[in-house]
């Protein structure tokens, strides 16, 4: 067998055309196929190499040459060659110089994919992660559920645009966006989140490869990129579908920087079938309430209990009552546990039992709560007085008026009314001036300063006096030591809440641990 043509062989066996380009980079041997069926490497030769690449892959190509030292073996490069009429072929370029050929170059492509027309790049530009909410809160408002479940979320988390320079950038940005918007289901749901995070919505059956689009995006432009793409299905419920959007996007935008790793899909996929987890728990009444005791800072004795959900072993409530408030499965969640409490108020020997219970701001919206409230306490009236509703800031108030003619008709039947965390969030001081209430319940995170800040300390003193004024008792949370506790009886605080006086227990425990300052146990007072 002659041997030039065997290696020949070989040589097509590692690729589909090969090129050799002299010291001018002009092509002076070119041997089997072209990009496109009607174009053949023969009509190559005399031409500059760099024609037969598409613009963006020129720099990359000509400095890979200009780097070639005889016996070496360049790096894989990925590449775009000019097919005319505006199209281009992917293509991974490999060079080496045989040193009996210097200053020659061996050139070897091998064709990746069909050829294609680059985008236009005058699509609707991306818009912001906000800008992207509305887009799809417009684009899937309206729409049936049956033309809902045709549809899903993509993201894409693209790594390498940080190579590139500013204007590159912008370029390549520019491409990708193109593309994405081109893969969206109206040719406009396109968003980019952040600098390498995108998102878009498009047709559940739509196969496009997305990661593809990226990639060909870059390389238009000499970028290679790499991507990760997911997708979870709208399904039937739009509102549940947009707000479990939102919570899982913001969730992962800030837990970025702690979990590299966390797509927006993933969140997403984790967040709708914690909601309909959640439902389930809130319709089949399988949380549990646990109660911890308030006292009177003066006395120790126990005033009332603040009732706290909690979820099998998932400890705190915290991230899932955040999770039911972004999602509005809160006032369920809420008329769920009063429901509970009701009921264990009616229990024998509850007689002289006071619960507290939260309330989001959310479930403040609408005259709903209030009404089942006190629907559900009607046929025992009495009842009442021996309810307490804390009022979180967590969601907050939209129409501090409303919900305080909402609170209004409570207090007018007896129920208590707590401003719940105070100082905890930016509203605090407009509830106060807002809301006609009975207590204030100063936040944790001031009670933990007030031993070694003076600044707290006067803080809290001020807040008590102004409670005094209007006519409201105050509770200090999270009291954990005996200096603590007497640091704010000595402020004029009217009540403490922690684990000084007791930890959440199933049922309320009314001696709570032994302090050297208490003189009675087991005792609990009236409101007044």
Known sequence: MNLKSRLLGLAFAAADALVEVNDKGVVSFALGAGPTAGQSTAAWIGRPFADLLSFSSREAVQ?????????????PLEILADCGDGRVRRALFRAFILPDLAPAVSCALTWQGEPFVLEDLEARP???????????????????????????????E???????????????????????????????????????????????????????????????????????ASETPVGSDALCALRAMRFAIEGCLKDNAA?????????????????????S????????????????????????????????QAGGPAPAIRMAEEL?????????????????????GSGLLKIAINVSGASLANDAYVAAVLKMTASEPDNRKRLIVEVTETAALADIAAANRRLGALRDAGVKVCIDDFGAGSAAFDYLRGLSVDAVKIDGAFVRDIDGDARTRTLIGHLVELCGSLGMTTIAEMIETEDVAQAL?????????????????????????VSPRVRRQGVIEAWG
């Open 126 to 156: 991306l818009t912001d992660a906000e800008g992207f909410m509305a887009l799809a809160r417009e684009g899937l408002n309206g729409k049936s559920g049956a033309a809902l479940q045709r549809l899903a979320m993509a993201f894409i």
């Open 158 to 228: 693209v790594q390498g645009l940080s190579a590139a320079n500013d204007a590159a950038h912008e370029r390549v940005a520019a491409r990708i966006g193109a593309r994405l918007q081109a893969a969206s289901h109206d040719g406009a749901s396109a968003g980019r989140l952040t600098p390498n995070r995108y998102a878009l919505i498009k047709e559940l059956d739509d196969g496009r490869d997305l990661e593809a689009e990226v990639r060909e995006a870059g390389l238009a432009e000499g970028l290679t990129l790499s991507s990760r």
């Open 281 to 312: 728990i809130v319709r089949d009444r399988e949380f549990a309430l646990f109660y911890q005791p308030i006292v009177d800072l003066k006395t120790r004795a126990v005033h009332h209990f603040e009732a706290l959900a909690r979820f099998g």
């Open 63 to 75: 400095e890979t040459l200009g780097g070639m030292t005889g016996g070496a073996r360049s790096q």
């Open 489 to 513: 009886q000595d402020l004029g605080v009217n009540y403490g809440q922690g684990w000084l006086f007791g930890r959440a227990e199933a049922e309320p425990v009314t001696t709570g641990p």
């Open 328 to 348: 509005a499965l809160i006032e369920s969640f809420d008329l769920a546990v009063a429901e509970k409490i009701v009921h264990r108020l009616r229990q024998p």
């Open 259 to 279: 979990q590299p790793e966390l797509s927006f899909a993933d969140s997403l996929s984790r967040t709708l079938k914690d909601a309909d987890r959640f439902r």
